[in-house]
């Protein structure tokens, strides 16, 4: 019988984990499009684009 508490602790913190990764991943990826979207703009100016 002291096998139920072990692998519900070990459900527990895998889907602990899996839910952190994807919180992560999450993060990443939106921290990436914002950060290409906020560059990507101001170089598509043709002012800027003379000036090379």
């Not at 139920?4 to 895998?14: A, D, E």
């Not at 499009?33 to 598509?44: A, F, G, K, L, N």
Request: aromatic share 8%; glycine share 4%.
């Amino acid at each position: 019988m002291s096998r139920k508490p072990h692998s519900t602790k070990l459900w527990i913190w895998s889907a602990v984990g899996l839910i952190i990764t994807n919180l992560v991943v999450v993060g990443i990826v939106a921290f990436l499009i914002h950060r290409d979207s906020v560059q990507y703009r101001p170089s598509q100016s043709p002012n800027e684009q003379k000036q090379l």
